[in-house]
C-alpha cells in the first residue's frame, strides 16, 4: 500500500535512525494512512480512499461531498 494520503497529500519524511553508539541509518517516516470506503450520494457509489488519520478527520467535518472535490482538485482521480 502506498503511503500517501489522497486529500492532504501527505507523503513519507525521511531521516536517521540513530543508535546508543551514534551510527546513524536511513529511515522512513510513514504516515498514518488507513484505506475507507465511504457512500458518495451525488454519484450513487461508494469510493474508496487511502487517507491519513488526520483526513478522516477532516471528512467528518467537511464532508464527504466537498473532500472528493478537493482530491479531484489536486489531480487525484476518485
Not at 535512525?17 to 450520494?41: G, M
Request: proline share 4%; charged share 25%.
Amino acid at each position: 500500500m502506498s503511503a500517501h494520503c489522497m486529500l492532504t497529500g501527505a507523503e513519507p519524511g525521511f531521516g536517521n535512525r540513530i543508535s546508543h553508539s551514534h551510527r546513524r541509518t536511513s529511515r522512513r517516516f510513514d504516515p498514518n494512512v488507513q484505506r475507507k470506503r465511504y457512500w458518495l450520494p451525488g454519484e450513487g457509489r461508494h469510493v474508496r480512499l487511502t487517507l491519513s488519520a488526520r483526513a478522516v478527520k477532516t471528512i467528518d467535518t467537511i464532508g464527504i461531498e466537498a473532500a472528493v472535490a478537493r482530491i479531484r482538485a489536486r489531480g487525484v482521480k476518485v
